[in-house]
């Protein structure tokens, strides 16, 4: 019986993911909710924050990422979503300690991301060497992230 709930909230997720590739958010969001009705997972629950986010609801999307973290206190995207959702509520101080335990989590294979939103936090407060700190860092982690590339080359230029 069990095995049949995971197998049923499986599809329901695959079901709510491919709607939201395809741009229909709400119908991806009854899906992520039929899935965690029947088996509740910090994915689920980061991937419905997504979908609200993309509503722009953050406030909601932050709730589903505290939620996922009751569920499994390292699953790294969740503290990372809920630094980003604080960057577009206008919060980056707030964003910076989520981003920090986002770097903390050894599973994250994200590491990078949350480097680069530091960063761009420390540019936005003119803590040059700050930023630059964090895009070295995230560039140590994912050499080819562009975004990183080109705020280094930014700030560099800058500097000199």
């Known amino acids: 019986m069990a095995e049949e709930k995971v197998t049923l909230a499986a599809e329901y997720f695959d079901k709510a993911v ?3 590739v395809n741009g229909k958010i709400e119908t991806a969001i009854k899906h992520y909710i039929n899935s965690l009705k029947i088996f509740p997972t910090a ?72 480097c680069y939103c530091l960063g761009k936090i420390y540019e936005k407060k003119w803590d040059l060497f700050s930023a630059i700190r964090y895009y070295s860092r995230a560039l140590n982690l994912y050499p080819d992230y562009e975004e990183a590339q080109n705020s280094m080359l930014r700030l560099t230029t800058l500097m000199n």
């Open 18 to 20: 491919k709607s939201q």
């Open 43 to 114: 994915q689920t629950h980061v991937y419905l924050g997504i979908a609200y986010s993309l509503q722009g609801y953050f406030e909601k999307a932050i709730k589903e990422c505290k939620i996922a973290l009751t569920i499994d206190p390292q699953f790294g995207s969740a503290y990372n979503n809920i630094g980003n959702y604080l960057l577009n509520l206008g919060k980056d101080d707030e964003a910076i300690s989520w981003f920090d335990k986002a770097m903390k989590c050894e599973e994250f294979e994200m590491k990078y991301e949350a």
